[in-house]
């Protein structure tokens, strides 16, 4: 017997301005993303550098457009700092998540990472040892615990030129953190780093609690390969793109999504520059693509 989707569909503002590359999209106000991702049929918005990260300011832009919102990055840095640490870094991060209705945290490990800086993938930081494993889920569950404890649940985001990139590095770290830490499935990121997308879903689904929905065109991710790009070079040149205009097999993920009973929100997000992939055009056609895959799913 089949599970039920129960989803929101949401959208990263990434698509109209970049907060890795301030200048993809820099002039394009906050208010322009909104009014163009509700049209579209949008339900919410994660969060991005130009949202208030005050809690009452933040409800009220959110509420002008009838939009919830659906949960926002978090750079933890648990790869070399203490728990303690990062517990005392997060707290207004957490309460505004908290405070607005969020019920995830996007966690993303930036110690070490390279995903900003302007290095081949190659050179991304790695857990050698089982021991350095270890210690990192360990320090991970029970900053996931206190999360939790307030409402929000640590979904953290395998990226690349980070410590977990690979599908051998989320297989390490899923087999070692607690329950209290869910998985944010990202189909992008996995392709990208040479994962089935579907192969992985199905091995962890059970463990996924936020999904972005983002596709890879193949030939400029086997360009990235080729010459070393950084990650931001990879995103200029066109790596990522809506679901719907890459490679990745959506039907079968929403397919999976479906018989696990997956409750949560289908984030699109997809890094490219808007002057070359209109944001409104392309978020409309992420949205129709994933929109016409979960209602054929829930009609059969």
């Known amino acids: 017997?089949?599970?039920?989707?129960?989803?929101?569909?949401?959208?990263?503002?990434?698509?109209?301005?970049?907060?890795?590359?301030?200048?993809?999209?820099?002039e394009t106000p906050l208010e322009v993303a909104l009014?163009?991702?509700?049209?579209?049929?949008?339900e919410g918005f994660e969060l991005g550098n130009k949202f208030p990260r005050e809690s009452n300011a933040?409800?009220?832009?959110?509420?002008?457009?009838?939009?919830?919102?659906?949960?926002?990055?978090?750079?933890?840095?648990?790869?070399?700092?203490?728990?303690e640490d990062e517990i005392a870094a997060v707290g207004p991060h957490l309460a505004l998540l908290a405070g607005n209705g969020a019920h995830v945290m996007v966690y993303g490990e930036v110690a070490d990472s390279i995903q900003g800086a302007p290095q081949p993938l190659y050179k991304r930081p790695r857990f050698f040892t089982a021991a350095q494993w270890d210690a990192y889920a360990d320090r991970l569950t029970r900053f996931a615990r206190h999360t939790l404890a307030h409402g929000v649940r640590v979904a953290y985001h395998h990226h690349m030129g980070a410590?977990?990139?690979?599908p051998d590095d989320v297989d390490q770290l899923m087999a070692r953190v607690g329950d209290e830490v869910g998985l944010l499935f990202d189909s992008g990121h996995m392709t990208f780093a040479g994962g089935d997308a579907v192969a992985m879903l199905r091995k962890h689904v059970a463990r996924v609690c936020h999904v972005h929905c983002k596709d890879v065109r193949p030939a400029v991710v086997r360009m990235a390969r080729n010459r070393n790009w950084s990650f931001l070079e990879s995103v200029i040149n066109g790596a990522f793109t809506v679901p719907g205009d890459g490679s990745v097999d959506f039907a079968a993920l929403v397919g999976l999504l479906n018989d696990h009973g997956y409750r949560g929100w289908l984030v699109v997000e997809a890094e490219q520059d808007p002057v070359v992939a209109p944001a409104c055009l392309y978020a409309d056609k992420g949205y129709r693509h994933l929109r016409g895959l979960v209602d054929a799913v829930m009609t059969k």
Request: charged content about 20%; glycine content about 14%; cysteine-free.
């Open 1 to 26: 017997m089949s599970g039920r989707l129960d989803v929101r569909f949401g959208i990263n503002p990434i698509s109209w301005s970049n907060d890795d590359l301030p200048s993809l999209g820099g």
């Open 35 to 42: 009014a163009e991702g509700k049209k579209i049929g949008y």
């Open 58 to 83: 933040l409800r009220a832009v959110l509420a002008q457009h009838d939009l919830a919102l659906v949960s926002g990055w978090y750079s933890g840095r648990l790869a070399r700092g203490t728990v």
């Open 163 to 166: 410590y977990v990139e690979t």
